[in-house]
């Protein structure tokens, strides 16, 4: 018991502090319920366990039948912090604080210039980042609504009328998860389970962020964000 006591301190405590929101204890018989209350189990981490769950197996089956067991409560930890984050992007609009943007552009552009402390997006964005090259092989970067890329090697840009090859196609989703460290201190993920976060995608475009400063807000029509060329956005 005490390996995995001082285990759990070495993983979970950073800074003098938990760095998880919350843990599960899992394992069979009594030993989780021992581990719990014993005086080995470091005192800063009491607080921040959600449930303790019975399993039937030890390794990988074990882990994943935890997980199953606990999807309840891991998804309502989830829903409370997904309503505490846009709740903060909320109260920056009421203040009318100058410290938020959303919509495609606007938020790629603050990404862009640094000024973005917690990025905001919605699961299920439905745009794609396409690396484009012309005739002339000049290579390009456009954000695009996933329904305007209707082939796996070229692309017509609607505005210009210009033909490109496809040389990646990355769901915005995925190219966030991947580079968002190179331009933002935090990335949140919402679903649009909760009323804020469905408020958040259906009003806002599901994309958006706090930022670290007051910006002079000049939001783009979202209606108009089908296509987004950012070229210099790498």
Do not use: C
């Not at 915005?172 to 679903?191: A, M, P, R």
């Not at 995608?201 to 706090?210: E, M, R």
């Not at 002079?216 to 790498?234: K, R």
């Amino acid at each position: 018991m005490r390996k995995v006591a001082e285990a759990a301190t070495a993983v979970f405590i950073t800074n003098d502090k938990p760095n998880a929101k919350g843990l599960i204890l899992a394992g069979s018989a009594e030993f989780k319920n021992d581990l719990q209350k014993s005086d080995l189990f470091d005192i800063r981490l009491q607080p921040i366990v959600l449930k303790l769950v019975d399993i039937s197996y030890g390794g990988e089956n074990g882990f994943n039948q935890a997980i199953e067991l606990s999807s309840d409560t891991l998804r309502s930890v989830k829903f409370i912090h997904e309503k505490k984050v846009i709740g903060k992007f909320y109260e920056e609009i009421a203040k009318d604080s100058g410290r938020y943007v959303f919509g495609l552009r606007d938020t790629l552009d603050s990404m862009e210039n640094g000024s973005i402390d917690i990025l905001i997006i919605y699961e299920n964005l439905e745009y794609n980042r396409l690396t484009l090259r012309d005739n002339a092989d000049n290579v390009t970067i456009e954000t695009v609504a996933k329904n305007k890329v209707t082939s796996y090697s070229k692309y017509k840009n609607e505005l210009t009328g210009v033909e490109y090859e496809i040389l990646e196609n990355i769901p915005l989703t995925e190219w966030f998860l991947d580079n968002y460290k190179k331009y933002v201190s935090h990335l949140e993920i919402v679903t649009d389970k909760s009323s804020e976060g469905n408020q958040f995608v259906k009003g806002f475009g599901g994309i958006g962020g706090i930022l670290r400063y007051r910006v002079d807000q000049n939001f783009d029509d979202l209606d108009n964000e089908d296509q987004f060329n950012d070229d210099d956005f790498i």
